[in-house]
């Protein structure tokens, strides 16, 4: 009996010191997933009061693409959990999950219960990393904008990126607020191992000569900048006053960068490669590659 009655007592202890839930989000995940059917009221019972987004929510495309599979939509209790307790308490509001009182790292996990597989890297991403939630970019129940985003792009990406906005006002810049290209054609929003959410590809020219197909290749002989260092070596992605988005305004002075020992009395001959000479590529016309000639001449 004494044995019994210390285990009992020690159980007991253990029991007290049992961890709480790391996160808000995941006791409610969890709550969710192990919540009797009878927690569960329905979306007509939500509409009853919430009828204005309850209406928006019907062209939803969480609910149309959960239809196209033979399986019911995604309806309140989806992404709020079980409203029974909730109803139960005359709308106590601490008895549902609402993420816009929710942190930003509640909401994502929330997202990420099924949305998890399309963007695996979304926690490692600036985005995440800056509380920018799903939420913020996203309007859940409706928008006009694919994938409902809260507005078009680049207004939306703007927002935030007011150091990056000026850039595509240059003489010379890549067409965005034109509508001509995204922001989302060279970065993964969601996260990715590259820098600045650029995405990921075998080849990281891969995201400009995707576009650019005339400076793609493979070359014979390729340029060993354009292999090790990539487009960013000599351009600026988003904008420049250069022509060509150089990040200089001379050709030459770009080139030497790399190329100095030209001006030390070689072929070229003295002050080579100067402001005050030819450009090299009046000569060296194809600086990104050649399949005809080692110095890339025509």
């Given at each position: 009996?004494?044995?019994?009655?210390?285990?009992?007592?020690?159980?007991?202890?253990?029991?007290?010191?049992?961890?709480?839930?790391?996160?808000?989000?995941?006791?409610?995940?969890?709550?969710?997933?192990?919540?009797?059917?009878?927690?569960?009221?329905?979306?007509?019972?939500?509409?009853?009061?919430?009828?204005?987004?309850?209406?928006?929510?019907?062209?939803?495309?969480?609910?149309?693409?959960?239809?196209?599979?033979?399986?019911?939509?995604?309806?309140?209790?989806?992404?709020?959990?079980?409203?029974?307790?909730?109803?139960?308490?005359?709308?106590?509001?601490?008895?549902?999950?609402?993420?816009?009182?929710?942190?930003?790292?509640?909401?994502?996990?929330?997202?990420?219960?099924?949305?998890?597989?399309?963007?695996?890297?979304?926690?490692?991403?600036?985005?995440?990393?800056?509380?920018?939630?799903?939420?913020?970019?996203?309007?859940?129940?409706?928008?006009?904008?694919?994938?409902?985003?809260?507005?078009?792009?680049?207004?939306?990406?703007?927002?935030?990126?007011?150091?990056?906005?000026?850039?595509?006002?240059?003489?010379?810049?890549?067409?965005?607020?034109?509508?001509?290209?995204?922001?989302?054609?060279?970065?993964?929003?969601?996260?990715?191992?590259?820098?600045?959410?650029?995405?990921?590809?075998?080849?990281?020219?891969?995201?400009?000569?995707?576009?650019?197909?005339?400076?793609?290749?493979?070359?014979?002989?390729?340029?060993?900048?354009?292999?090790?260092?990539?487009?960013?070596?000599?351009?600026?992605?988003?904008?420049?006053?250069?022509?060509?988005?150089?990040?200089?305004?001379?050709?030459?002075?770009?080139?030497?960068?790399?190329?100095?020992?030209?001006?030390?009395?070689?072929?070229?001959?003295?002050?080579?490669?100067?402001?005050?000479?030819?450009?090299?590529?009046?000569?060296?016309?194809?600086?990104?590659?050649?399949n005809l000639n080692a110095a890339f001449l025509?």
């Amino acid at each position: 009996m004494l044995m019994l009655g210390a285990s009992i007592i020690c159980a007991t202890a253990l029991g007290a010191q049992a961890p709480k839930a790391d996160s808000a989000a995941k006791t409610a995940v969890s709550q969710a997933k192990d919540a009797a059917p009878s927690a569960y009221v329905g979306g007509d019972v939500c509409a009853t009061c919430h009828d204005e987004v309850s209406k928006k929510f019907e062209g939803n495309p969480h609910t149309k693409l959960a239809a196209q599979h033979g399986q019911p939509g995604v309806n309140c209790e989806g992404c709020h959990g079980p409203g029974g307790a909730h109803v139960d308490g005359g709308g106590d509001v601490t008895k549902i999950f609402n993420p816009a009182k929710a942190t930003a790292k509640e909401v994502d996990a929330r997202c990420l219960t099924c949305h998890a597989g399309a963007h695996p890297n979304f926690d490692r991403s600036p985005h995440a990393k800056a509380a920018v939630s799903c939420i913020s970019c996203h309007d859940i129940h409706s928008s006009k904008e694919e994938p409902l985003l809260k507005a078009s792009q680049p207004t939306l990406c703007f927002q935030c990126h007011t150091d990056v906005k000026p850039a595509f006002s240059m003489p010379f810049h890549h067409r965005v607020n034109e509508g001509l290209v995204k922001c989302t054609d060279c970065h993964d929003v969601h996260g990715t191992f590259g820098n600045n959410n650029l995405k990921s590809t075998a080849d990281q020219n891969m995201i400009c000569t995707k576009c650019h197909t005339e400076v793609r290749g493979p070359y014979v002989y390729e340029h060993a900048a354009v292999k090790a260092e990539g487009c960013l070596a000599c351009h600026t992605p988003h904008g420049s006053q250069n022509a060509r988005l150089l990040n200089m305004p001379n050709i030459n002075t770009l080139c030497n960068q790399c190329h100095s020992p030209v001006s030390a009395g070689t072929v070229h001959g003295m002050n080579a490669g100067s402001a005050e000479l030819a450009p090299c590529i009046d000569c060296h016309t194809m600086v990104h590659g050649s399949n005809l000639n080692a110095a890339f001449l025509k």
